[in-house]
C-alpha cells in the first residue's frame, strides 16, 4: 500500500543532513511501519483459535515468523518503491537518504531468512506455509503490486499468515485439520485485506469511488457473517476443547445465537471503517482514501478480535485487542500507512 505523510516529516526533504542515534532510529521505524506491526500478532492468534487448539510454543514462534516477515515486505517495499518515492514521497527514509536503500534491501533478506527459520522451529506444517506466504510478499513487492493481481496477492499473503498459525498450532498432529479449520476466518481475514488494498491503489492521486463503495459492502457482508454462528465445529479439535467452547458460550450446531462478546467486537470493527469508507465514496480524494485506508488498516485487530471470540478463544481476542492501544499510540509518531 502507499503512504500518507505524517506530520512533521516535512523536514527531511531539505537533506538528510546528519543523523543521530534518534534519527536513525525514526527513520527505521518509518520504513517499516512500527505501528501496523502490532495488527500481525492477531493472525496467528486467530488462526490458532480456529483450531480449537490453546496456543502454544508454536504458535508463538509463529507470531515471531509473521512479525519478520511482515517486517520484510515493509522493507522490500520501499526498496521496490524508491524511484517512484524520490518524486511523489522525498520525505520518505530511502529518498531523503536516512535509510540507504542497500541497508532496506539487506533487512529485507534479513527478516525473511529470520521469519523462515522461526517457522522451521515450529515444524514442517508451519514452514509448508511460510514458504509460499514468503514467497507471495516478495512476489507483491516486486512485480505484482502494480498489476491488477496485486490486491489479491497481498489478500493472499494475510490469510496465509492466519493459516501459519493454524498449523503451527496443530503441529504435527494433524494439520491438515487444523488448516482446513482454519480457512473461513483466512478468508474472511483476505477479503478485508482485498478491499482495503483496493482502495490503496491509488490514493496519492485520488482513489476511487467504487473501490470504496465495494469495500463498504464487504465491511457489512463480513459484518453479517461474523454475527452468525458456525455452521459446524466438526474436526475442528478434541472433544475436550468443543465441550470447552460450549461452557464459554461460543455458539456450535446447536444454533444458538452469537455471544454478545462477539456482537461487540464485530460492531468495533464496522464502526472503525464504515463512515471513513463512506466518506471515500462520497469524495475519493487522496487525504479522504489515505483517511479510508489507515482505517482499513487500523481494522484489522477488531477484526482479529472478532474471530478469535467466533471460534471460542476470548483471552486471544483479549490478547488481540490489547495491541490496538499500542498502535495507537504510536500511530501518533509514525505513519501507519
Known amino acids: 500500500m502507499s503512504r500518507r505523510r505524517p506530520a512533521g516529516e516535512g523536514r527531511a526533504e531539505a537533506g538528510p543532513g546528519p543523523l543521530g542515534r534518534t534519527g536513525r532510529a525514526r527513520a527505521w521505524a518509518e520504513l517499516l511501519r512500527l505501528p501496523a506491526l502490532f495488527t500481525v500478532p492477531g493472525d496467528a492468534l486467530a488462526g490458532a483459535a480456529a483450531t480449537s487448539g490453546r496456543a502454544n510454543r508454536r504458535t508463538l514462534l509463529a507470531i515471531g515468523s509473521s512479525l519478520c516477515l511482515y517486517e520484510a515486505g515493509m522493507a522490500l517495499n520501499d526498496w521496490a518503491d524508491r524511484a517512484e518515492d524520490a518524486v511523489e514521497r522525498p520525505h520518505r527514509p530511502l529518498p531523503s537518504g536516512r535509510v540507504h536503500p542497500t541497508a532496506a534491501l539487506a533487512a529485507a533478506c534479513a527478516f525473511t531468512g529470520a521469519g523462515l527459520s522461526l517457522a522451521a522451529c515450529a515444524g514442517r506444517p508451519a514452514l509448508t506455509v511460510a514458504v509460499p506466504l514468503a514467497t507471495t510478499v516478495w512476489a507483491y513487492d516486486l512485480s505484482l503490486k502494480r498489476t491488477a493481481a496485486g490486491p489479491l496477492a497481498m489478500a493472499t ?73 458456525p455452521r459446524s465445529q466438526g474436526g475442528k479439535g478434541s472433544q475436550g476443547s468443543q465441550e470447552s467452547q460450549g461452557s464459554q458460550g461460543t455458539p456450535g450446531t446447536s444454533g444458538r445465537s452469537t455471544s454478545p462478546g462477539v456482537a461487540a467486537l464485530t460492531a468495533a470493527y464496522a464502526t472503525t471503517v464504515a463512515r471513513p469508507y463512506f466518506h471515500a465514496t462520497l469524495n475519493p480524494s487522496p487525504p479522504l482514501t489515505q483517511r479510508a485506508v489507515g482505517a482499513g488498516i487500523r481494522a484489522m485487530i477488531p477484526l482479529q478480535c472478532a474471530l478469535s471470540a467466533r471460534s471460542g478463544a476470548p483471552v486471544a481476542a483479549l490478547l488481540t485487542a490489547a495491541l490496538s492501544p499500542l498502535a495507537a499510540r504510536f500511530a501518533k509518531k509514525v505513519s501507519v500507512t
Open 157 to 229: 499473503a494475510r490469510g496465509l499468515d492466519l493459516l501459519l498459525g493454524a498449523a503451527a498450532t496443530t503441529g504435527t498432529g494433524a494439520p491438515s485439520t487444523g488448516i482446513r479449520a482454519a480457512l473461513p476466518s483466512a478468508a474472511a481475514l483476505g477479503a478485508h485485506t482485498l478491499a482495503v488494498t483496493t482502495v490503496s491503489r491509488r490514493e496519492t492521486q485520488g482513489g476511487s469511488p467504487l473501490a470504496a463503495l465495494s469495500a463498504l459492502t464487504t465491511t457489512a457482508a463480513l459484518s453479517r457473517l461474523l454475527t452468525h454462528p
